[in-house]
């Protein structure tokens, strides 16, 4: 509407102004909602916002010749090089732009990777990732074409970046390489259980920097990469996600064995997480100084789920089907054996 008011109505220079600046605005404010919806941050929808605005008003005005001979006017020369303020509004302008629509063919990449049903999930994180990589360097040549940024300048900065690179960022690429060939080889996936150090939980993502592994306390413990490459890791559900889960279990030397046996394997096999096949066993694995030790095998299929809740409610069934077939459990017993001393008999005698 502001524009065919402005194109079609014979204005004076104050309204035409303001027909200009309420269209800018118009144009400004569209821009910045449609980069919030793109999940751009708040400063790069406002720079985003304020190109618009002024790009807007000055065509609205007349065109932008005035507007960038001006900006073009104001510079400075460094060595053979003239940095001008149009150059660097160009600059911003360009970047914050690239920067937008990276992210949402990003968005849109990962999410029809995401889509892809024919692929596992290792496979899919492992497209996604290169995919990201591919948006990120097709931005940044586009953005040197449209900049027309000579490369043979930046013979310098790229050898001091590759320096960089040798020494600074030398674990940072290094964790970049190691996460590729994890979802490569798939040794470690999301999904995953593993335990590496003192760490046990569920593999979330796998990152450029580190892979992120949920505790069953939710703590979230960020891995670096390598160190998966390099450290021993137990893997629950490399090959399988079956586990087995072994819990201990002692009964006085009073009761019947056979019986005690048996309410043990009925106790497993009562809890809804242990699997029917394969059957919980039960070993009968020492006799101790207070009880008949055995030990319960118990095989899941949910290890992600926790180990230590199928072991607390095996017993607490066991618990109750004790008490109800009077099997002892037992707790450690000390004979005392008291001798006096020859000192002790003397100290009682006298003489006359």
Not at 50 to 73: D, H, K, R
Request: overall charge neutral; some cysteine; aromatic content about 6%.
């Amino acid at each position: 509407m502001l524009l065919v008011v402005g194109n079609a109505a014979t204005l004076s220079p104050i309204a035409l102004m303001i027909v200009a600046l309420a269209l800018g605005v118009a144009v400004a404010m569209l821009g910045y909602h449609l980069c919030r919806a793109a999940s751009l941050g708040t400063a790069t929808a406002g720079v985003l916002a304020f190109a618009a605005l002024v790009a807007t008003t000055s065509a609205t005005l007349g065109g932008m010749q005035p507007l960038v001979s001006g900006l073009n006017s104001v510079g400075m020369t460094v060595g053979t090089h003239r940095i001008t303020l149009l150059g660097v509004v160009n600059f911003v302008v360009v970047a914050a732009v690239l920067y937008a629509l990276a992210r949402v063919a990003n968005r849109v990449v990962l999410h029809s990777i995401g889509r892809v049903h024919s692929l596992d999930v290792s496979q899919r994180a492992l497209v996604q990732k290169l995919a990201s990589i591919a948006i990120v360097v097709l931005a940044v040549l586009l953005g040197i074409d449209l900049l027309g940024i000579d490369l043979t300048a930046l013979t310098v900065f790229s050898g001091a970046f590759g320096l960089a690179v040798g020494f600074g960022l030398q674990k940072t690429f290094g964790n970049l390489i190691a996460g590729l060939i994890l979802l490569m080889d798939r040794s470690v996936k999301p999904g995953d259980v593993i335990v590496v150090g003192d760490t046990f939980g569920q593999v979330g993502k796998i990152g450029v920097r580190a892979v992120s592994v949920v505790t069953r306390d939710g703590k979230e413990h960020l891995i670096p990469n390598e160190q998966l490459m390099t450290d021993p890791v137990e893997n629950w559900s490399y090959s399988s996600r079956n586990v087995r889960v072994h819990i201990k279990v002692g009964v006085g030397y009073d009761s019947d064995l056979a019986v005690a046996q048996r309410l043990m394997i009925e106790a497993a096999l009562a809890a809804p997480r242990v699997l029917k096949d394969p059957k919980p066993t039960v070993w009968l694995t020492d006799f101790g100084d207070s009880s008949v030790d055995h030990e319960i095998l118990v095989w899941i299929t949910d290890p992600e789920a926790g180990v230590g809740n199928v072991r607390s409610e095996v017993l607490n069934r066991l618990w109750v089907s004790f008490k109800e077939n009077g099997i002892e459990i037992p707790f450690p017993q000390r004979d005392i054996h008291i001798r006096s001393g020859g000192a002790a008999e003397n100290a009682g005698v006298g003489t006359a």
